[in-house]
């Protein structure tokens, strides 16, 4: 039986009713269900109930591509089966946005499988499938009979994809996946190749000629839902050795981008970047030709720079290309390329590259429509003349015409020969009509322009164009510009479009939605009720690459919304068609003043949110609007207006400004407070009477967020300000750059604003003000004397009145009711995804911390959007051991609600990033359902208490986590708040580490809550505990407000050395602050380890300062009070006298590495994690990899993993006869160690960019590739196995504590750090600044000769932090206090 009779047979046994598309009689006759419909209405008239559709071509398709998209819209159930004609699979890609399965078959058999497969899918979540197959001209049977077949479709119950194809394994015995691999080797095998090929087109005449070359190709076979997991299971796990990925479609359309690329987009970064990749496109295939072009394929992909888009294979037959006029238009243009693929006759009747002025374009469209219709005028004069066929021609020429709205098409064919007619006529009626004989023409004429329409003149066509209201009249605009700063002043041309009310008009983005642009581009040809307008996006960027980037960030963050608008539908829902999830503020206005945003609403989950959004600000807006005008009541006729506008980067300036603001408005002025980009520069500030800005330093002398944009226009802009009075206030560091020549940064945002608003005429108040943080009280020395300066100027008493003190951290915690605040109701508002302030505050204590994606900041802003809000989640785990399940629900969450990684911490924890506000609950909910918990991760409480790591001795180590847990426990907040924010309503859900059900206090209704030991407003600061067991120091105890150095006699800890006053945080250039290391101040027993904790915590809680945070660590406290007498009180407080000191010898504060069998006969693996952060690579596969370690431990209920305080983890307790899978596991999954350097393994880095919102550098993202030159140095001169403890930050807060390291890196600005020499190898000194402000090369430039020095001239087993303070070098840091000493450039 033929291929379609089969498709029919499956069809008509699986579903109620059967189109067949133009149907051979035979078809009709031999099923009863089979309903015939002609090839003109396709789609149109299939009903409701679930139906197959059969015989449906490429071309059919693509035509009938809106009708199918309102089909699915609508949740119609369907099985649509298209015929892919001459191979060309172009029509795949355009259907990837319909919401639609999409399958793509190979062969003949493989169609009846995936019919199956798709009915069954289609029965099982009633989700339409769209089958693409390839025609066979072969005759077969079918393998199985349709009585099983039917019996197979009745008993199947399942949902999901993998359901469906395991009864498609019942059924036909074959095994099919979304993803083949050719040469077929089998999934499970592991296989080195050269290259990758992901291929979306017709395998076969491929497959056979693979084995010539070292390639594997991916075959797509399930397109939607893109198996992105898989694909990229495939590129990370499966395959490897490979130098090159490239993303082949077989296709006709070269649209200079590839969908396929396009789809894996997001797990490019989880391939090596040193794999090459590429995209290309294949024509036709056939066995003559593949060879040649296989291997034209893979030797570009060889070339050091392959080229990008390359074309092989024999061409298709192509429609006839797009005509121009009289010019051509560009042949690169995707766009155009689109329009071709929609009507191959399509005219362009501009030149868009050469000639993109639009009066220039719409001239010539009116010109043409002028002549066309002086044609028809002439046509109907002389029509008399004509008789027979002529005169029928003519006529009906002349009814297509005239008729505005045609029923049918008059074709080109149709209008050539009318024209070639008139030329054999030999009547002086058909030369005069001749001479207009261009105008006979009947194709789409399309204009093309630039977004220079956007813009004054353009905009004047633009609103000529929509005001002719011609109906022929078809725009495309393409919007190329991807650079931020010319938004502004830019008209929104859709929006204004839409407000005419008669014109199409849609808003499209290639690289975003492929279906939506071609269904666009469908209902803008076919729209003849007025002009029809496409605004079409395509972002240049520097590579392919950034344009895709470039196009994502605009849609998703809603500056380039998606939709489709045809005023001329009956129903809302059909007219305004939004094809993406947000959108901006204009459009929302626009939509609201339509009434159709509750219809939208309803649709979108996330559209809700952001309309919530707006309402909401609508809502604050008209709140203040009021208060305005209340308080300008009682004003009346008070002082004159003034700004005060500041730029802040860490609060400061933001402080002062609004302190400024306080006391202008109690002067009597009436004030308004705004961030220095919220003024617009052409609008606001001329109209300013008196203006005051307050700005702070960045980077390298650069304006801080939240001025940049205000700067940049005011730079560029001519206005004048000659009525506008100003004065400017700045903030900076005279010494944060030592070196004369770079004196010039210092304060220079505010000096250049002062000197522009100068001369652009502004009357200045008042001489420049210059705070300087060196000044002995900070910026506020230079501010005192300026203020007055001000008010003197403006003619008001320089006194202020008594103002309150601005709300400190100690009175967020007294007001929180025991960490309460307003954070329940803070998750619960959806209309933002940030929280209070305070809030911000009293979350940390509760383990979360909210950031947001500082490199999205700018760009958010300038869309009129929050930055992007997301959590950090820390857990507590004391005494830093997990179990398999523990490692498994964190590596769930980070991939259902997390960015896919997590952090092993300094603190030798886990650590979610990129937690969403609405995830948070359910994250600290499954944390807690493992029996961990989140409580007093951060915040100013006892932090995680952490112990070393001590694989080698599991007695010890076991008591030495106990304690861990003791002191944990004992020193643990007592609120109740933690539960009821995150757990209650969860019943039996144990709390965290202890477990035991969830406690809470209620007394009436009220919860009464108690911190009997830290107090209703917590510790001045956090306090942190650790425990390490010499000779090791892998916890860095001598960083701890309280250390405990274990003493061990007869194989039992039988007490500790303590060690306090350890600490990390600096201000760069604040010579009051410095990290220090802990001083010993005696032994005490085992079982007093606890109290003495407790005691240290309630010295601290007692004695630390709580006006000023940056002196309120306990190292301070102990310094101002001096040891002695610290030790005493202390002493007091236990009612005990400290031992005297036990001597102890540590060696080393680093991980060893590899394999170690314990005391008792188990075994432990330490595995090398760069920097902490669990996440796949293809080098180093290792999420998926200790995911299948934490399965397999899971499974056999053997191990545990212990994370270390250098951030790497141990896979231990594990008996010898796990150890081989465990090793196999370790090989398959790259954790070699024996490929890093002896620096690399001794190293650290914090998080810094983009999440933390301190991080004046990188640091986790660039340390490898410091690391990467530094090796390259350290191979030569023969130190590759030497340990170095190396160790990078973004700031001085120091939580990867780089002042304990030999050599370390603080980051002082963007691409600048200080660099700190003199730590010692075993962590007990702190280092020292031995450079200010060093770039990469100036780092390496000074470390490089002084490794080769330390490598010729060290004694034996002298680390480099001894060597350089031996060879003096630096000086070295013997206590705290003395850091600065000696440390001239700072
Ligand atoms: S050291 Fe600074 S930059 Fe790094 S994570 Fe800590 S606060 Fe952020």
Redesign the pocket.
């Known amino acids: 039986m033929s291929q379609e009779f089969n498709l029919a047979s499956i069809a008509s046994v699986l579903a109620p009713k059967v189109y067949a598309v133009d149907p051979p009689k035979q078809a009709i006759d031999s099923f009863a269900n089979v309903e015939p419909l002609s090839r003109n209405d396709a789609i149109q008239f299939v009903d409701d109930t679930f139906s197959v559709v059969l015989g449906l071509d490429s071309r059919d398709f693509i035509v009938n591509l809106p009708v199918i998209g309102a089909k699915i819209a609508r949740k119609q159930s369907f099985v649509l089966t298209v015929r892919i004609s001459n191979s060309d699979y172009s029509v795949v890609p355009a259907a990837k946005d319909l919401g639609a399965v999409l399958l793509i078959s190979a062969n003949a058999q493989e169609s009846y499988d995936f019919l199956f497969l798709a009915s069954l899918l289609a029965k099982g979540d009633g989700k339409p499938v769209i089958l693409f197959y390839k025609p066979s001209s072969a005759e077969d049977e079918l393998t199985y009979t349709l009585d099983d077949l039917e019996k197979a479709y009745g008993s199947y119950d399942g949902s999901s994809l993998q359901d469906a194809f395991q009864k498609l394994h019942q059924l036909s015995t074959k095994t099919y996946s979304e993803l083949e691999l050719l040469p077929s080797s089998g999934w499970i095998a592991t296989k080195r190749y050269d290259q990758v090929v992901v291929f979306l087109g017709d395998p076969e005449p491929i497959a056979s000629h693979l084995k010539n070359f070292s390639v594997a190709l991916i075959n797509v076979k399930v397109y939607r839902p893109f198996p992105l997991a898989e694909l990229k299971q495939l590129l990370t796990s499966k395959l490897y050795g490979y130098k090159a990925v490239q993303f082949v479609e077989q296709s006709s359309v070269s649209l200079q981008f590839s969908p396929l690329l396009l789809d894996a987009v997001e797990i490019l970064t989880s391939i090596s970047k040193d794999v090459k990749v590429i995209y290309s496109q294949v024509l036709k295939l056939d066995q003559d030709n593949v060879d040649l072009a296989l291997q034209h394929l893979l030797s570009n992909a060889k070339l050091e720079r392959p080229v990008q888009n390359l074309t092989f294979g024999r061409e298709f037959t192509q429609p006839q290309p797009i005509s121009f006029e009289d010019v051509k238009a560009s042949p690169d243009n995707a766009y155009l390329k689109i329009l071709q693929e929609v009507d191959a006759g399509v005219r362009v009747l501009n030149d868009y590259d050469t000639n993109p002025v639009p009066e220039y374009a719409l001239g010539r469209f009116f010109y043409r429509d002028r002549q066309r219709t002086k044609l028809a005028d002439l046509v109907e004069q002389k029509l008399h003349r004509f008789q027979g066929t002529l005169n029928d021609d003519l006529a009906q020429w002349l009814l297509w015409a005239r008729n505005e709205n045609p029923p049918e098409k008059y074709t080109s064919e149709e209008s050539s020969a009318l024209v070639a007619t008139l030329s054999k006529s030999n009547r002086t009626a058909a030369s005069e009509l001749l001479q207009f004989r261009d105008f006979f023409e009947s194709r789409t004429g399309w204009i093309v322009g630039s977004d220079s329409w956007s813009y004054d003149t353009g905009l004047a066509t633009f609103h000529q164009a929509l005001q002719s209201g011609n109906k022929r009249l078809k725009l495309l605009i393409i919007d190329t510009d991807s650079s931020v700063n010319r938004r502004q002043g830019k008209k929104n041309l859709g929006l204004y479009a839409m407000n005419y009310g008669n014109a199409y008009v849609a808003s499209v983005a290639l690289y975003s939605s492929y279906t939506q642009t071609l269904t666009a581009f469908i209902e803008a040809n076919a729209y003849n009720q007025g002009p029809a307008i496409i605004i079409a996006y395509l972002p240049k960027g520097e590579s392919h690459l950034d344009s895709l980037k470039l196009t994502k960030e605009a849609v998703d963050s809603g500056y380039w919304p998606l939709y489709r608008y045809n005023p001329h539908l009956a129903d809302y829902s059909d007219m305004f068609k939004l094809d993406s999830s947000f959108v901006r503020r204009e459009l929302k206005e626009f939509l609201d003043r339509e009434n159709r945003l509750t219809l939208l609403a309803e649709k979108s989950a996330k559209l809700q949110y952001n309309l919530r959004t707006y309402n909401e600000s609508v809502n604050q807006g008209i709140q203040q609007k009021s208060k305005e005008a209340f308080q300008s009541l009682l004003d009346n006729l008070a002082g004159d207006p003034m700004t005060v506008a500041y730029a802040s980067d860490n609060g400061n300036a933001a402080g002062l400004a609004k302190r400024l603001a306080n006391r202008a408005g109690s002067k009597g002025f009436k004030v308004r407070l705004a961030q220095l980009d919220d003024l617009s520069v052409d609008d606001d500030l001329p109209l300013e009477t008196n203006l005051v800005v307050v700005t702070s330093t960045s980077g390298q002398g650069e304006f801080p967020n939240g001025g940049k944009q205000f700067w940049d226009a005011l730079r560029a802009g001519t206005i004048d300000l000659a009525n506008v009075h100003a004065a400017v206030f700045g903030l900076g560091d005279s010494k944060y750059w030592p070196r004369a020549e770079d004196a010039k940064y210092y304060n220079r945002p505010s000096r250049q604003l002062y000197q522009r608003l100068e001369l652009l005429g502004a009357q200045m108040l008042c001489e420049q003000g210059l705070g300087d943080d060196q000044d002995a009280d900070g910026f506020n020395t230079g501010y005192n004397t300026w203020e007055p300066k001000l008010w003197q100027a403006l003619g008001v008493s320089a006194e202020n009145a008594d103002e309150p003190p601005p709300a400190t951290n100690e009175d967020f915690k007294r007001e929180s009711n025991f960490l309460r605040g307003t954070i329940k109701e803070g998750l619960a508002d959806t209309s933002t995804g940030a929280m209070s302030a305070s809030d911000q505050q009293l979350t940390k204590f509760h383990g979360v911390y909210l950031q947001d994606d500082r490199e999205l900041r700018d760009q958010r802003k300038k869309d009129g959007l929050e930055p992007a809000y997301a959590f950090m989640v820390r857990v507590r785990l004391a005494g830093n051991v997990s179990t398999p399940d523990q490692w498994l629900a964190i590596d769930r969450l980070a991939d259902t609600r997390g960015n896919h990684t997590f952090k092993i911490t300094t603190r030798g924890t886990y650590q979610l990033h990129g937690v969403v506000k609405q995830d948070l609950i359910p994250v600290v909910r499954d944390i807690n359902a493992v029996a961990m918990d989140t409580l007093g991760a951060c915040g100013d409480v006892c932090r995680n208490v952490i112990c070393g790591s001590l694989p080698a001795q599991r007695h010890i180590h076991e008591q030495m986590a106990h304690m861990a847990r003791i002191i944990s426990k004992r020193l643990l907040p007592e609120t109740t708040a933690y539960h009821e924010i995150f757990l209650q309503e969860l019943g039996d859900v144990p709390r965290g580490e202890e477990g035991g059900p969830k406690r809470i206090k209620v007394g009436g209704n009220a919860v009464q809550d108690a911190e009997p030991l830290l107090g209703a407003t917590y510790l001045p600061r956090k306090f942190k505990v650790a425990i390490t067991v010499p000779p090791y120091n892998d916890v860095d105890v001598y960083a701890n407000d309280t250390g405990l150095v274990a003493i061990v006699e007869d194989d039992n800890i039988v007490g500790f050395d303590v060690l306090i006053g350890g600490g990390m945080g600096t201000t760069h250039n604040n010579t009051k602050t410095y990290p220090r290391a802990g001083t010993n101040i005696g032994y005490v027993p085992y079982d007093k380890a606890p109290l003495v904790c407790e005691k240290m915590l309630i010295m601290h809680r007692d004695y630390g300062d709580r006006k000023n945070r940056k002196h309120a660590r306990l190292k301070y406290t102990i310094d101002d009070m001096g040891v002695p007498t610290f030790k005493a009180r202390l002493e007091e407080l236990l009612g005990f006298k400290f031992e005297k000191s036990r001597p102890f010898k540590i060696d080393s504060n680093i991980d060893y590495f590899g394999w170690c069998k314990d005391e008792t006969g188990l075994n432990h693996y330490t595995c090398y994690i760069e920097n902490g952060r669990v996440s796949d690579t293809l080098d180093s596969p290792h999420k998926e990899g200790l995911h299948k370690i934490a399965q397999y431990l899971k499974e056999t209920g053997v191990g545990l993993f212990r994370l270390t305080s250098n951030q790497h983890v141990i896979i231990s307790d594990i008996t010898d006869e796990h150890v081989p899978k465990i090793k196999a596991l370790l090989r398959e999954y790259k954790f070699s160690v024996d490929k890093f350097s002896g620096l690399r393994k001794a190293s650290q880095?914090?998080?810094?960019f983009p999440t933390?919102?301190?991080?004046?550098a990188e640091?986790e993202r660039y340390l490898p590739q410091f690391l990467d030159r530094l090796e390259g140095e350290l191979e030569k001169l023969g130190l590759r196995n030497d340990s170095i403890v190396l160790r990078m930050?973004?700031?001085?807060?120091?939580?990867?504590r780089?002042w304990l390291a030999e050599v370390a890196l603080v980051?002082k600005s963007y691409g600048f750090y200080n660099l700190m020499l003199g730590g010692s190898y075993n962590g007990d000194r702190v280092n020292k600044i031995f450079k200010s402000n060093v770039d990469e090369d100036q780092a390496i430039g000074i470390l490089v000769p002084l490794f080769s020095r330390w490598a010729s001239e060290r004694k034996d087993g002298e680390h480099f932090g001894d060597f350089v303070i031996r060879a003096g070098v630096i000086k070295p840091t013997l206590e705290g206090k003395k850091f600065w000493e000696d440390v001239k450039d700072f």
Request: proline share 10%; aromatic share 0%.
């Open positions: 880095s914090c998080v810094a933390c919102g301190l991080a004046m640091a930050t973004g700031c001085p807060n120091g939580c990867a780089p980051g």
